[in-house]
């Protein structure tokens, strides 16, 4: 039996065969190669297998999606034939004596930072289309199983790191855990293994050894044993099955109220990442969708999702709330969570940059196509929205302004159109001092803890080494939501937490005692706090 420890994310257990996620080198990697000759031949067996791909998907595409849509893999073809591209990556061969996964995951790379400099539309759509057929060579040349992290039985993935929209995509129902060696607790990588309910363990060292081995992941500890020894296995098993009778005796809270002993009321919300979220939200008898990661569509998407496209999500989602409250976060993109075709620059400063309110009100093309699919799917239910990063009272008129021309638009085109209750996230120190002037404008708050406790402190979220340092129980941090509840409630505005800080237990009454109306966590944390919402009575004198 092999051990070996990391951070853990969702305390629960983990049972099953370990998969290693390899992706394709990265540009940066330099590898010595057998020879150029044998790299070019790899390349080329790789390239004709990746045009056999390309045509079964043009086949199929074409069948289900209509000829249109699928000419773009008659493009992946033609460009893998295309003799610049080939010349380049022969020439990082010969000159570099690369292996060919580097010299065409380079190539990829370049061609696709020359396509988005030039100013032919057409041409600019190609960066993209250059790098996922380079990145489907190297896939190919690294033996990732193509089109798919995962294969057909349920596994438990190992990998460098995930990215956000990696993880995003993953099958749920083939995923038992991940374990990753590189990722911070606070990452969104973090963030979507909770809410998938998913234990996963970050900063393991692994080797190539474990892939396909049996393995527990043991939340609790900290650690995954590889190959358990028997009677490990046997106490494992039986803390997974107290696990899932635990849960089951939660399940004997739904439809119970979310109220302390003495009568105060609070309401549990759900935070999701795509619309196959809701399953769990339904399942775990949240109140609401407290916080709905949209940016997740894109993140999933090739290109920037259509208006109609974004419409039949959200109206999926508020259709199947049936009436409850659906509080649809605008775009965050930017930072760690990065799509190609938004070709955006590499910054110094990801986290204090182009992202998020920033890019929607320079890119208002894009930011309205949301707008509208909100606004439509307002007919279907009870829709919030509710703008992040903001900074300033100019920011959330410019958005509200837009929201105005966008309804104004869709009415005089026929379409039928809801009320939709405005609100904005607290997660900047701005925000929180200027909550009083924010609170004129919107009819909630919702309190980012993530990014307000990264900004406060000035803390970068994504750094594994500063895990210890990340403190959302910094005075300062609880002096803000304190301020902000305050803020808001002078001026008639509801006021909750959809960070990750409202599902901490240890601050439960703290927060009910500040006056907070809604705590947002992800799904599998609503009866866990609904429990603990119960337990609690408020007209005792707080615990010093
Ligand atoms: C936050 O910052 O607390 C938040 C909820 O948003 P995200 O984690 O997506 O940045
Ligand atoms: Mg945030």
Redesign the pocket.
């Known amino acids: 039996m092999e051990v070996a420890t990391g951070k853990s994310i969702l305390n629960g257990i983990a049972i099953g065969k370990l998969r290693i996620y390899r992706k394709a080198a990265a540009a940066s990697e330099t590898a010595a190669a057998l020879s150029p000759e044998a790299e070019w031949e790899r390349f080329e067996t790789a390239r004709v297998q990746a045009q056999e791909q390309l045509a079964a998907l043009y086949e199929k595409a074409l069948e289900e999606v209509g000829e249109e849509n699928a000419a773009i893999f008659e493009i992946h073809q033609m460009m893998l034939e295309d003799e610049d591209y080939l010349d380049a990556v022969k020439g990082i061969l010969e000159t570099q004596n690369a292996t060919a996964e580097y010299a065409v995951i380079a190539t990829g790379e370049n061609f696709s930072a020359m396509f988005a400099a030039m100013d032919d539309a057409y041409m600019q759509a190609r960066a993209v289309d250059v790098k996922d057929i380079s990145q489907r060579v190297g896939n190919i040349l690294s033996g990732r199983a193509e089109d798919s992290l995962l294969g057909d039985d349920p596994v438990i993935l190992v990998a460098d790191d995930l990215t956000p929209s990696e993880t995003v995509q993953l099958d749920k129902s083939k995923l038992l855990g991940f374990i990753t060696r590189h990722g911070s607790s606070n990452s969104?990588t973090a963030?979507l293994a909770r809410t998938m309910n998913i234990p996963a363990l970050i900063g393991v060292d692994f080797d190539d050894s474990w892939d396909g081995r049996f393995a527990v992941v043991d939340g609790y500890n900290h650690c995954v044993y590889i190959d358990p020894a028997a009677d490990l296995l046997a106490t494992m098993e039986e803390k997974q099955k107290n696990d899932f009778k635990r849960e089951a005796l939660l399940q004997t809270l739904k439809k119970k109220p979310n109220v302390t002993l003495d009568g105060r009321e609070i309401k549990v919300y759900a935070n999701i990442g795509n619309a196959g979220d809701i399953g769990l939200v339904l399942q775990n008898d949240a109140g609401g969708i407290g916080?709905f990661?949209s940016e997740f569509l894109y993140l999933e998407s090739q290109d920037f999702p259509t208006e109609d496209e974004q419409f039949a999500v959200y109206k999926r989602v508020v259709e199947t709330m049936a009436g409850k409250k659906v509080i649809i976060r605008t775009l965050?993109i930017g930072a760690d969570k990065q799509a190609a075709y938004f070709r955006l620059d590499p910054e110094e400063n990801p986290a204090l940059g182009y992202r998020a309110i920033r890019i929607c009100l320079t890119r208002k093309e894009v930011f309205k196509q949301q707008l509208r699919a909100i606004l439509r799917a307002s007919v279907y239910g009870t829709v919030s929205v509710m703008f992040p990063m903001i900074i300033s009272v100019r920011e959330v008129r410019d958005a509200k302004e837009l929201l105005e021309e966008c309804r104004r638009e869709l009415v005089e085109q026929g379409y039928a159109v809801g009320q939709v209750e405005v609100g904005i996230?607290i997660?900047t120190p701005a925000a929180v001092m200027i909550a009083d002037e924010l609170a004129e404008e919107v009819e909630f708050f919702s309190l980012?803890?993530?990014?307000?406790t990264q900004y406060t402190l000035a803390i970068d979220r994504q750094n594994p080494k500063l895990d210890n340092f990340y403190d959302p129980h910094h005075p300062a941090i609880l002096r803000m939501i304190r301020q902000t509840v305050e803020a808001g409630h002078r001026h008639g505005c509801w006021v909750g937490i959809?960070?990750e800080l409202g599902a901490d237990q240890t601050l439960t009454e703290t927060f009910l005692r500040m006056g907070l109306d809604e705590l947002s966590v992800s799904p599998s944390a609503v009866l866990p706090l609904r429990k603990k919402i119960r337990s609690l009575d408020l007209s005792k004198e707080p615990e010093a």
Do not use: A, F, K, Y
């Open positions: 969104h963030i916080l990661r965050d996230m997660e980012g803890t993530n990014d307000l959809c960070g």
